[in-house]
């Protein structure tokens, strides 16, 4: 039987117009919450729910619209402040019935005290948060817990043109049957982008006779009766997760470290001086390559596998050049029209290949004896940032804690996700240190040739 909150919810959707399928059942756990499962099995292009836009909170919806937009509000600050308001009418909101669902609070980093962010996300991506933008609140669509790259169901609506759209504009059909529709129409969307309007849906509407002003949720995948059916909040790594939900997930596939350019010259500046430093840090500007910037911090990804971008590779490539090679380098691209393709000929000319400006540079080249040694003192520099306790303090730690210790629990499993990365990064780096050795104990001087575009 349903809990009581939640026949108070499903009340609320009827009164509002949102349907929903027979086949979805809500459960709810006392430790876990609410969650959605299957009463018989759905079909990939099933519609098992659909949703007025009005029934959506947003800005543009919630009573303090007025007051929201005259302050200049917007994003996740508006959408906050929107919430707020609402809770604070209790019954008398035109969404009590959906708000008596949502916890009193949840465990955002965001909310966390200082001294919390200090002690349980130092060295993690999350240690110096920033600011998340989203849109609304989709009542029903949010109650679909998230699974990374695994999701059954996807939130969106139909377009003019019949194909699903990032920013759910409108909707296929405004009967009363939850119909199907062709599975190569379907494209990704999240309940994030919940409200916005689309200058095309009033045209659409009056060609059509359809509504565009109704979202859905439809079935992406087949899923079999009794099993939970899962949305995605997006390819989300367990920083972002929990930056914005509040939660983590094991064996994230897209889970990352950055390394800070600050990192990389402090590498520089433990060996060269730092007018050296900035020298070859410029001759790296100017073929045309830089790392990823955000809130003025430039930094380098390494990816879930510990494999760290090109952009890291060049720059730490064109660090250790001999001083020779480095002013061929500098002349080239002075004189040169493409200065992109400076660094592949450096390369050519090193492993005695054909180089053309179709090339594209590949990262085993980049990979020699003294690059591979900067990687791994990179990795050593990025894991101090954790503090003294090791990997292995950390995962035993984990294993002590309880489920219901939110922030502790989720900050080590953020942590050691990261740490594992990083060791993947130091068997990167050792097995091109390898390599490296291989071949030159076997004469040979080009591991894989320049691929072509």
């Known amino acids: 039987m349903a809990s009581r909150r939640l026949r108070a919810f499903k009340r609320w959707m009827k009164s509002q117009g949102i349907q929903c399928s027979d086949t979805l059942d809500f ?52 959408l906050s402040v929107a919430l707020m308001y609402e809770k604070s009418l209790a019954q008398d909101s ?13 465990c955002l980093p965001l909310v966390w005290t200082l001294g919390e962010v200090d002690s349980l996300l130092s060295g993690t ?6 600011e998340y933008h989203g849109f609304g609140m989709v009542p029903l669509a ?7 790259g695994a999701e059954d169901v996807h939130f969106t609506s139909v377009s003019p043109n019949q194909e699903y759209e990032d920013d759910v504009d409108s909707e296929n059909g405004d009967n009363n049957e939850l119909s199907k529709i062709s599975s190569h129409d379907k494209r990704d969307s999240t309940c994030e982008n919940s409200y916005i309007h689309s200058d095309s849906e009033s045209d659409y509407s009056s060609v059509t006779g359809e509504d565009p002003m109704m979202l859905q949720m439809i079935m992406v995948r087949e899923v079999k009766s009794g099993d939970e059916v899962f949305n995605t909040y997006g390819s989300l790594g367990n920083a972002a997760l929990l930056h914005r939900y509040g939660f983590t997930e094991a064996n994230n596939p897209f889970d ?23 020298a070859r840090l410029s001759l790296w500007r100017r073929i045309n390559i830089s790392g990823s910037v955000s809130d003025n ?23 250790l050049l001999p001083d020779d090679t480095c002013h061929k380098l500098d002349i080239s691209i002075c004189t040169a029209d493409k200065v992109s393709a400076n660094i592949g000929m450096i390369l050519a000319e090193k492993h005695d290949i054909t180089w053309s400006t179709s090339s594209e540079i590949s990262k085993d080249l980049l990979l020699t004896e003294k690059v591979c040694r900067a990687l791994l003192a990179l990795a050593d520099i990025r894991e101090s940032c954790y503090g003294s306790k090791s990997i292995d303090e950390d995962v035993e730690a ?14 080590l499993m953020l942590r050691i996700s990261e740490r594992r990365i990083l060791e993947k990064f130091r068997t990167y780096a050792t097995a091109g240190a390898q390599s490296q050795t291989f071949q030159d104990a076997n004469g040979t001087s080009t591991r894989k040739r320049l691929k072509k575009h």
């Open 27 to 78: 459960m709810d756990c006392p430790q876990q919450g609410i969650s959605v499962r299957a009463l018989s099995d759905l079909h990939e292009g099933d519609v098992v729910a659909k949703i007025p836009k009005t029934a959506c909170l947003t800005i543009k919806t919630s009573g303090a619209r007025e007051m929201i937009e005259s302050a200049g509000l917007d994003g996740h600050l508006g």
């Open 94 to 106: 035109p969404w009590a019935g959906y708000l008596q669902l949502l916890p009193p609070q949840e």
């Open 125 to 130: 991506e999350l240690h110096k948060i920033d």
């Open 142 to 148: 949010d109650l679909f817990n998230h699974k990374t």
């Open 256 to 278: 990352i470290v950055n390394i800070d350019l600050e990192l990389v010259l402090k590498w520089g500046c433990s060996l060269f001086s730092s007018r050296y430093c900035r």
């Open 297 to 319: 911090s430039e930094y380098f990804e390494v990816s879930s596998d510990g494999e760290p971008e090109l952009e890291l590779l060049t720059l730490l490539y064109i660090m």
């Open 398 to 411: 984990l294993e002590r804690c309880c489920m219901t210790e939110r922030k502790l629990y989720h900050s």
